[in-house]
């Protein structure tokens, strides 16, 4: 299962660097294809889990990795302490409180607007905060895997239209945005970007962590 996942993304990494459509990207068709792979063989999820689980366990340790990059840049964080906090509160509470408007108005339960609270975060500490809140962690996984496609490529095409150059405001944007598959992009973009967005990735997930319970309570008022 492992050499599965690993052999399936990195053909699907090629195809989307050949074509470069959007839909093409590799998270999403890997997925597709394991998806059916384990359908055709009737092969168990649990299984396949079980197989795979070091790919899952590299999650916690790739995010604490980036805190090497952020360490090389850390002379640009200094001076920018206050915006960089606001602006991970601002986008926080944004992201929460929107998702759980328009699920609200949809129709969602208490369950499923607690699984999409988290959103923005990156998998490992969404789901946590998911579980906590009462939603489900593997729904979780999937919008934020979602969340952050979407993100990830919508992004730069939208700070390129508003004529955002700031580096630090990118990296900002795709790590609080688009966690891990945003900092991919703004790694890509530059060391500055990348450090900033990791940087986001963190204080993303403390910050959602102490407003899901906070806004929760509030909307619950209404």
Not at 7 to 32: E, S
Not at 181 to 193: D, K
Request: charged share 10%; with cysteine.
């Amino acid at each position: 299962m492992l050499f599965l996942v690993v052999g399936v993304y990195l053909l699907c990494q090629q195809l989307f660097r050949k074509t470069r459509i959007a839909l093409l990207h590799p998270l999403l068709t890997a997925t597709a294809f394991i998806i059916l792979f384990l359908k055709i063989f009737d092969i168990p999820y649990e299984s396949f889990k079980e197989g795979a689980g070091f790919v899952n366990f590299l999650l916690g340790p790739s995010v604490v990795a980036l805190g090497y990059v952020l360490y090389e840049q850390i002379r640009y964080i200094k001076g920018n302490v206050i915006s960089i906090l606001t602006s991970i509160f601002v986008g926080s509470l944004v992201g929460i409180v929107s998702v759980m408007a328009i699920a609200y108005e949809m129709g969602a339960d208490r369950v499923l607007i607690a699984s999409l609270q988290p959103k923005s975060v990156t998998t490992p500490i969404a789901m946590g905060i998911a579980e906590k809140a009462g939603g489900i962690p593997s729904i979780t996984a999937v919008v934020v895997v979602a969340v952050g496609i979407f993100g990830s490529i919508i992004g730069p095409f939208l700070m390129r239209m508003m004529g955002i150059d700031s580096k630090i405001a990118k990296g900002l944007a795709l790590g609080a945005s688009a966690h891990g598959l945003g900092t991919s992009i703004a790694i890509q973009m530059g060391a500055i970007e990348g450090a900033i967005s990791g940087l986001a990735i963190g204080l993303m997930g403390v910050m959602t962590a102490l407003l899901v319970p906070v806004v929760s309570w509030v909307m619950s008022l209404f």
